[in-house]
């Protein structure tokens, strides 16, 4: 059976499905307004030919079109697109596309997986492995829902079948509020005195995402405006309630706060043990850290590394499960590292 994706919006999302289905044995075309994106998707091997337009890639014959632009780019694809072809797009918000949508066979998509770069260079066939990805039921044929979800799990995704109203809430919550937040914390550090030559792991944590390319954003939250405000007025809310106690000194509401939020964050990992090690700023430090993780055959569940805000080296936290923590202490330590208490 031939598989042919058509592909239009070559930048990270795009090129990453591409270098996927190319992996995953498919033949790949590919357009994209801007030309430099474009040749990068064709020089990295994400798309086998190039489309001069996007009339033109879809009248290419492909059994897939994919529409990965900017949410309004898909909404005016979708609302005069005609082909016979399955269609899907992976647009960050889901009513306006479903509303907008003319094509007999669509299915609305939404993987949850990103990174703060955009454009093709920063693609990768693994970038979906794992991540859940959203299939929105309105309006799709069964068959047609059947065979996404097949073509994501090639891509070595988990399909999680949502409406596009639970979709919308759901992501004005943990994605599109978070961002908000990320560029609030960001802005406000910046206007506070001397705040930012103190920021470190915690900080940085928290506003990682205000790194992502704005223009993104803005059309992300001007398509799900009514969810985000709704996001943000009830985190007000909430927020109020620390403020009140914090004015009236009730330390067990504080308490019930922080124990609640502190559990709910537990629950979306698996218990694990930290282990932090200083890094010299010397080369080869990463290279002692490998070589522990090889001697220790621990299963390393995460890694974060914060810097001196001024050099000097860091302070690399590996986490890994509870009864691997002594292998790996004992490794670090063999190697010389100093393994921070």
């Known amino acids: ?168 809430a759901a992501v004005a919550m943990i994605s599109h509020l978070p961002q908000v937040l990320a560029a609030a914390l960001a802005n406000e550090a910046a206007d506070r005195t001397r705040a930012l030559d103190l920021a470190a792991g915690s900080f940085r944590d928290l506003t990682r995402v205000a790194a992502s390319d704005p223009t993104l954003w803005v059309d992300l939250l001007d398509k799900n405006a009514a969810e985000v405000n709704a996001a943000i007025a009830d985190l007000q809310d909430r927020l109020s309630i620390v403020a009140e106690a914090l004015n009236t000194g009730s330390t067990e509401a504080i308490r019930e706060f922080l124990g609640r939020g502190q559990a709910v964050r537990r629950s979306l990992a698996p218990p694990v043990v930290a282990i932090r090690v200083a890094l010299a700023d010397e080369p080869g430090e990463l290279a002692r850290v490998g070589r522990a993780f090889g001697a220790s055959s621990v299963d390393v569940r995460d890694l974060q590394l914060r810097h001196a805000p001024h050099g000097g080296g860091g302070v690399l936290t590996v986490s890994v499960h509870p009864g691997e923590a002594e292998a790996l202490r004992t490794a670090l330590e063999d190697e010389g590292l100093l393994v921070v208490e």
């Open 1 to 168: 059976m031939p598989r042919h994706a058509a592909i239009s919006g070559t930048g990270l999302i795009g090129a990453s499905i591409g270098l996927g289905l190319v992996r995953d044995g498919w033949t790949v075309q590919g357009w994209d307004p801007l030309p430099t994106v474009l040749d990068a998707a064709l020089e990295l091997g994400a798309i086998a030919t190039q489309a001069a337009s996007f009339d033109e890639l879809v009248a290419s014959g492909a059994d897939l079109v994919i529409l990965a632009g900017p949410p309004a780019a898909v909404v005016e694809q979708v609302a005069t697109l005609e082909t016979g072809a399955l269609v899907i797009d992976v647009a960050g918000v889901k009513r306006a596309v479903i509303t907008a949508a003319r094509p007999r066979r669509f299915v609305g998509t939404h993987p949850m997986a990103g990174r703060e770069v955009t454009g093709p260079k920063g693609a990768s066939p693994s970038l979906f492995r794992g991540a859940a990805w959203v299939v929105v039921e309105d309006g799709a044929a069964a068959a047609d829902l059947d065979a996404v979800e097949g073509i994501l799990r090639g891509l070595g995704a988990e399909p999680v079948r949502m409406t596009a109203s639970e979709h919308d």
